[in-house]
């Protein structure tokens, strides 16, 4: 049963019904308002539904097209019998539409006179990253789409709600976020072997990621397949006769997991750069203590992190010799983002002052509840409170650390 956003029965004399034309279309308000109050069987709630009407879509609704729709009741379609419907979910499948539209217009930028058959050479850590996450998510889907014979069905079965999950999260997430991303550098260095494989993996994998969401949205991924599988020697009428992917045994594991590395420092570097009021635009040096099990490591992806991270320069210093930095703590290294020029000193530690206060607080608290606990209490609850405890105590050590090199 579909409901409202509020878990309400959707009828007519609660005026709460969605008709799925208007999502798709669209429709203005008063068109709406007199959709919702004409041939009702209660006419005396015709007030009541025009104003909760005009407060809820006071511009009416826009156009979200079938996709998106579809994308929503499938992300929506979990293992209960009913379906919280918010019009929130379809605006936010129809940015993904738009994500993966623009994401297929940068590949087809980036590989005009560019044709490539097979498979490609990966020949940088970033293509066997994306394309090991591309193997994990192909054999993951089987679970939600495929059901052979009278063999009992998996606990996945049917899960199409998980498989949205899945399909959003790889290509937004992975694809158009990190891997699109770090292809910049590649296709603008001097590596001309490097900048082919990058761009045959691009057209490689979002061809397979096409099929991969075909399902899904059905007419989005097969006007983009129409123009990227003829980049890969594909002849073909439509993406509905292809095959759902298989795809195994390309990506080396152990250079995806140093990508994966890459990304942790990138990941770390954007939360500093934003605790520290940093511009988005502006570039910042980073120093380096400490060394790595392999000391090329960080001069491989020098140029990836600085791309994506937005940094001048990257420059090793000998342990205890950090100007006042903003630490961050990164495996067996200790990274520091300088502050002199950067920020507001005097701010930074004032922000800081008023952050240890409230840690040492809540962690005074934890201590006092657990001092507290008797043999009533349930041992999980014990422990949950002991975890926490740590928690408090661990970023207390690291605020204070962090105060100190200010």
Not at 143 to 154: H, I, K, W
Not at 290 to 295: A, S, T
Not at 318 to 331: F, K, L, R, V, W
Not at 355 to 368: D, F, R
């Amino acid at each position: 049963l579909v409901r409202d956003k509020d878990g309400q029965k959707m009828s007519k004399s609660k005026g709460n019904i969605l008709d799925p034309l208007d999502i798709i279309d669209g429709i203005a308000l008063d068109d709406l308002v007199a959709k919702r109050t004409s041939g009702l069987m209660q006419p005396q709630m015709a007030a009541k539904i025009e104003k909760a009407t005009r407060k809820e879509f006071p511009a009416g609704i826009p156009a979200h097209g079938a996709d998106p729709l579809r994308f929503t009741m499938a992300a929506l379609a979990g293992p209960g019998r009913d379906i919280k419907f918010d019009l929130g979910r379809a605006e936010g499948y129809k940015n993904f539409c738009n994500k993966l539209w623009n994401a297929t217009r940068f590949v087809l930028m980036n590989t005009e006179g560019f044709a490539a058959q097979g498979t490609p050479p990966l020949l940088t850590a970033a293509e066997h990253w994306i394309l090991r996450d591309l193997e994990n998510l192909c054999a993951e889907m089987p679970e939600y789409f495929e059901f052979s014979g009278d063999a009992p069905l998996g606990e996945n079965a049917y899960r199409f709600d998980l498989a949205t999950q899945s399909l959003y999260e790889f290509a937004w997430n992975r694809y158009c976020d990190w891997f699109v991303e770090m292809a910049k550098p590649a296709l603008q260095g001097h590596d001309q072997a490097a900048a082919d494989s990058t761009r045959h993996t691009l057209l490689f994998v979002l061809e397979a990621m096409l099929r991969l969401l075909h399902p899904v949205i059905p007419f989005v991924t097969e006007a983009l397949w129409r123009h990227v599988a003829p980049k890969l020697g594909i002849e073909a009428e439509t993406i509905s006769l292809q095959p759902y992917p298989r795809i195994e045994g390309l990506a080396d594991r152990a250079r995806a997991s140093d990508f994966a590395w890459v990304q942790g420092a990138v990941i770390q570097l954007r939360a500093v750069r934003g605790q520290m009021g940093i511009k988005p635009g502006m570039l910042v040096p980073l120093l380096v203590e400490g060394e790595l099990d392999d000391p090329h490591q960080l001069e491989r992806h020098a140029s990836s992190i600085q791309s994506m991270a937005r940094i001048e320069s990257i420059a090793h210093i000998d342990a205890g010799t950090a100007p006042p930095s903003m630490a961050i703590p990164y495996g067996r290294l200790n990274v520091h983002i300088p502050l002199e020029g950067l920020v507001d000193l005097v701010a930074v530690r004032a922000r800081l002052d008023k952050e240890l206060a409230k840690v040492a607080s809540e962690k005074e608290k934890s201590e006092t509840k657990l001092a507290k606990f008797g043999g009533s209490v349930p041992p999980a609850v014990v422990e949950q409170e002991r975890r926490r405890l740590a928690d408090w105590t661990t970023k207390l050590d690291a605020l204070t650390a962090q105060r100190a090199r200010l």
